[in-house]
Structure formats: structure tokens, C-alpha cells
């Protein structure tokens, strides 16, 4: 449990820089033959895309042809290629993958790992590239507190 909660700290720590204008896309690998696929398609998938979290992203789905073969640099479209350049040939599905101006920042497994990991890090993803309310009247030496005496 702890090493579980240190490593989606590790994810959450890399997923976090994203500028306001920084491309975030969220790719979803499965196979028609996976029940983990199909029961995260038919509940999670809509939920997701209908979101502000899914609506601020572009998502992607990569299919794969059966659970017995890798998911392979054939799978992808031309212009999603770098994705397997960077991650390979993968046999794990269903696999969550966020990208943050063409780069992979984080990769998870099955249902519960995007649950407890990829939801938490696309969310914290997504608020780091927010502008942050206020910022811009922090004077330039930092922030100043001032207390009322009593």
C-alpha cells in the first residue's frame, strides 16, 4: 500500500509541468477481447469525456487486435507514431498513457490504476496549467502577510 502510494506520488510529481498553452492528451490502449477494456469503455469512457477534465484534453484510442499480441507501431496512425516510439510494444491493457506536449508523462495499468493514479495525475496536470487566480498582484519580492494586532 505505501509503495503504491509513493509511486502514483512519483507520477503525480512528473505530470505536473504543463504550461496554459501546453498540449495534454490522454491516449487509451485495449483490445476488443479484454474484459477490463470492455468494462471501462462501457462506464468510465463517456463519464471521462464528458468531464471538464475530458473536455479540456484530446483523446486518443489505440486498439490492438487481441490480448495475445502486442500493440505495435502498426496500431497507431501516422501522427500518433511517437507515442510507440516512446513507449514500445505493450501487452498490458487496459493502458493509460498522458502526454504533455508530445511527451509521456504518465503510464498506468488496468482499471485501477487509472483510478488511484491516471485520474489524480490528469487532474493535476490539468489544474497546474490553470492560471492561478490573483497571481499577478503578488508583488515582486514575494508574498507579504499582514497581521491586525491586537
Same mark, same amino acid.
Given at each position: 500500500m505505501l509503495a503504491r502510494a509513493f509511486a502514483a506520488f512519483l507520477l503525480l510529481a512528473s505530470a505536473l509541468p504543463a /504550461?496554459?498553452?501546453?498540449? &495534454?492528451?490522454?491516449?487509451? @490502449?485495449?483490445?476488443?477481447?479484454?474484459?477490463?477494456?470492455?468494462?471501462w469503455e462501457a462506464r468510465a469512457r463517456q463519464e471521462l469525456l464528458a468531464s471538464p477534465e475530458g473536455k479540456a484534453i484530446r483523446y486518443v484510442e489505440i486498439r490492438g487486435e487481441t490480448l495475445r499480441q502486442p500493440i505495435t507501431a502498426h496500431h497507431y496512425p501516422p501522427e500518433y507514431r511517437w507515442v510507440y516510439d516512446q513507449i514500445g510494444? =505493450? #501487452?498490458?491493457?487496459? /493502458?493509460? @498513457? @498522458?502526454?504533455?506536449?508530445?511527451? &509521456?508523462?504518465?503510464?498506468?495499468?488496468?482499471?485501477?490504476?487509472?483510478?488511484? &493514479?491516471?485520474?489524480?495525475?490528469? #487532474?493535476?496536470?490539468?489544474? =497546474? #496549467?490553470?492560471?492561478?487566480?490573483?497571481?499577478? =498582484? &503578488?508583488?515582486?519580492?514575494?508574498?507579504?502577510?499582514?497581521?491586525r494586532a491586537s
Open positions: /504550461r496554459s498553452e501546453s498540449r &495534454i492528451e490522454m491516449f487509451y @490502449l485495449g483490445t476488443p477481447d479484454c474484459p477490463y477494456c470492455q468494462h510494444p =505493450s #501487452r498490458g491493457v487496459p /493502458r493509460f @498513457l @498522458l502526454a504533455v506536449d508530445g511527451r &509521456i508523462t504518465v503510464s498506468v495499468l488496468g482499471t485501477g490504476g487509472y483510478n488511484e &493514479i491516471f485520474l489524480p495525475a490528469l #487532474r493535476a496536470t490539468l489544474a =497546474s #496549467r490553470a492560471p492561478t487566480p490573483g497571481r499577478a =498582484s &503578488i508583488p515582486k519580492g514575494g508574498v507579504h502577510v499582514q497581521t
